[in-house]
């Protein structure tokens, strides 16, 4: 499961990214419109503008807005901000490698091997989806969960 911070982080950047056209947004109407904790959403917007994805304005007009194209966040890169790795486990992790304490043989592990396929197939998928492909699946009310 993905965190409630990395959740809240992803509804903030849809509106940023749904609203781009309009400017700075202030975190008071994306903490309404999100049902965000509004002390909350400022320690993830302030993660998210250090990571580079968005940016703030202070005073008249002020407030939050992106700036990466909406095709440019993936959710791997997110979520890896706010969860870490995407790996069930961590001897198959790229940053956030750990050697199993039970494991023998990691090369003949079919338990690695199989988790293995799941973070790769994990993180071609998290990859591929934007905060583009997230606004067409609601403007298009594309479900793929069916």
């Known amino acids: 499961m993905i965190s409630k911070k990395a959740k809240y982080a992803i509804h903030a950047l849809v509106k ?26 400022e320690a993830i917007l302030l993660d998210l503008k ?16 992106l700036i990466k194209k909406p095709e440019d966040v993936n959710m791997a890169e997110v979520l890896r901000l706010f969860d870490g790795a995407l790996a069930l486990l ?3 992790t790229h940053k956030y490698y750990e050697r199993c304490e039970e494991c ?9 091997q199989v988790i293995q396929l799941v973070r790769d197939e994990t993180v071609r998928i ?4 934007t905060l583009a492909t997230i606004l067409a699946m609601e403007n298009k009310g594309i479900d793929l969960t069916r």
């Open 90 to 92: 961590p001897c198959v």
């Open 16 to 41: 940023l990214a749904r609203e781009r056209e309009q400017g700075p947004i202030l975190i008071s109407e994306i903490s309404q419109d999100g049902n965000i904790p509004k002390k909350f959403l």
């Open 50 to 65: 250090r990571a580079g994805i968005l940016n703030s304005k202070k005073g008249k007009g002020g407030g939050y807005y």
């Open 126 to 129: 998290l990859k591929n989806a």
């Open 104 to 112: 023998v043989d990691e090369q003949t592990c079919g338990i690695r």
